[in-house]
């Protein structure tokens, strides 16, 4: 069992930066592979980024690719979004996602979510 609370979300300007936070409980964190997963209001749930449980593969959406930044810190149990150059568009609610196979597919445990708001 694996429990996920996402944090850093909040209101931006376009252009600017937020760094979103996944705290995860148990003692097999370093087991698993992650992802960053965001919904916006009326569309479906999308892909942000994921990465291995080394820490030494990670995938972006085309949509994020160059703009966001995703790491781990297995010590804190804790995997990390870095968001920079922000647009409007990127606003929605921020999942984080946990799976040992396919994190990007069928993820088996999801954090609450974090609202980003990016204004223009």
């Known amino acids: 069992q694996v429990q996920l609370v996402e944090s850093g979300g909040g209101l931006v300007q376009a252009g600017g930066s937020l760094r979103l936070s996944c705290a995860a409980s148990?003692?097999?964190?370093?087991?698993?592979?992650m992802g960053w997963f965001r919904q916006a209001p009326g569309k479906e749930r999308e892909f942000v980024a994921s990465?291995?449980?080394?820490?030494?593969?990670?995938r972006y959406a085309n949509s994020v690719k160059g703009r966001f930044t995703i790491s781990r810190d297995n010590a804190k149990n804790t995997v990390y979004l870095q968001m920079n150059s922000l647009k409007p568009e990127d606003t929605a609610v921020y999942y984080c996602a946990a799976d040992r196979n396919n994190v990007i597919v069928t993820p088996r445990y999801w954090g609450q979510g974090t609202q980003v708001t990016v204004s223009s």
């Open positions: 148990g003692r097999t964190f370093s087991t698993y592979d």
């Open positions: 990465i291995s449980w080394t820490g030494g593969s990670t």
